[in-house]
């Protein structure tokens, strides 16, 4: 069983794993549109964090890991509870680096979920996130990171880097 991280997930997947390499799907976009109650900010004052939004022809490049098939359980439990603020596990097809396609899944927030908070512009994104802190830390210290850890491994993400840039003007 293959998970896609296209975030945190990518510099610091925390859970048990075969082996990982890099890896894209097809038709979804990162982007900070979900709203972040119990990492990255509060519940009464929640942060900016990523989700997947569905567009045809779009790719988002990330990083798949293969789930060991002892103990998968309690490595899907402990995720599940992990991403438990708005996400769910839903069903893709993960592209591998040398271009094999296999079934997997990841963790995204839907539209209609509680904490979703939407579209919003780049410097609206990174005014948010650069007052917004949680229990897992700075808001700001989560988008500056996934952007560095983006560019050390040659993925190019305008929304990220947008973000990035602004905020990096604001803190
Ligand atoms: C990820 O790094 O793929 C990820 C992003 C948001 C929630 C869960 C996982």
Redesign the pocket.
């Known amino acids: 069983m293959w998970?896609?991280?296209?975030?945190?997930?990518?510099w610091r997947p925390g859970f048990e794993h075969v082996r990982s390499e890099p890896a894209r799907v097809h038709g979804w976009l990162r982007r900070f549109y979900?709203g972040s109650p119990d990492h990255r900010g509060t519940p009464g004052s929640p942060g900016r964090?990523?989700?997947?939004v569905e567009q045809a022809g779009a790719v988002c490049e990330?990083?798949a890991f293969l789930l060991p098939e002892a103990g998968r359980d309690g490595v899907l439990a402990a995720?599940d509870h992990?991403?438990q603020g708005g996400?769910r596990r839903h069903p893709l097809v993960i592209e591998l680096g040398q271009g094999e396609e296999v079934a997997g899944f990841?963790?995204?927030?839907a539209s209609d979920n509680p904490h979703y908070l939407g579209p919003a512009s780049a410097d609206e994104i990174a005014a948010h996130v650069a007052c917004s802190v949680g229990p897992s830390g700075p808001n700001r210290d989560y988008v500056l990171e996934l952007d560095r850890a983006l560019r050390r491994r040659g993925i190019e993400d305008p929304h990220v880097s947008e973000v990035a840039r602004h905020l990096e003007r604001l803190v």
Not at 3 to 10: A, D, E, Q, R, T
Not at 49 to 52: G, H, I
Not at 106 to 109: G, I, R
Request: aromatic fraction near 18%.
């Open positions: 998970l896609f991280g296209y975030g945190s997930l990518i979900q964090v990523l989700t997947l990330g990083r995720l992990r991403e996400y990841t963790y995204l927030a």
